[in-house]
Nanobody, 125 residues
Framework: QVQLVESGGGLVQAGGSLRLSCAAS????????MGWFRQAPGKEREFVAA????????YAADSVKGRFTISRDNARNTVYLQMNSLKPEDTAVYYC??????????????????WGQGTQVTVSS
């Protein structure tokens, strides 16, 4: 079992930065590929970024490439999403997710087994 708790969301002006954190409980964190997804009001949940178990491989959605960076610290059981040059269209609830252990990094939300409760990010223009 993995429990995920996101933090770091808030209100920021366009062009600003935020760093989201996702703290995971459970011994299997270091064996789980992790991802960040987001959902804006009235829209479907979408992929943002993902990272492999060891952190060597990362994916990012085209809409955030060059602005967002995903990373992890397995010693702290934490995954991060550094968000720079934020835009109003980045406004959404951001969710951290974990795959079952040993599964590969993925873009697809249905392949993630564990989810956090979400943290709100609001970017004002």
């Amino acid at each position: 079992q993995v429990q995920l708790v996101e933090s770091g969301g808030g209100l920021v002006q366009a062009g600003g930065s935020l760093r989201l954190s996702c703290a995971a409980s459970g011994r299997t964190f270091s064996y789980a590929a992790m991802g960040w997804f987001r959902q804006a009001p009235g829209k479907e949940r979408e992929f943002v970024a993902a990272i492999s178990r060891d952190g060597d491989n990362t994916y990012a959605a085209d809409s955030v490439k060059g602005r967002f960076t995903i990373s992890r610290d397995n010693a702290r059981n934490t995954v991060y999403l550094q968000m720079n040059s934020l835009k109003p269209e980045d406004t959404a609830v951001y969710y951290c997710a974990a795959r079952s252990e040993y599964y590969r990094i993925s873009y697809y939300d249905y392949e993630y087994r564990y989810w956090g409760q979400g943290t709100q990010v609001t970017v004002s223009s």
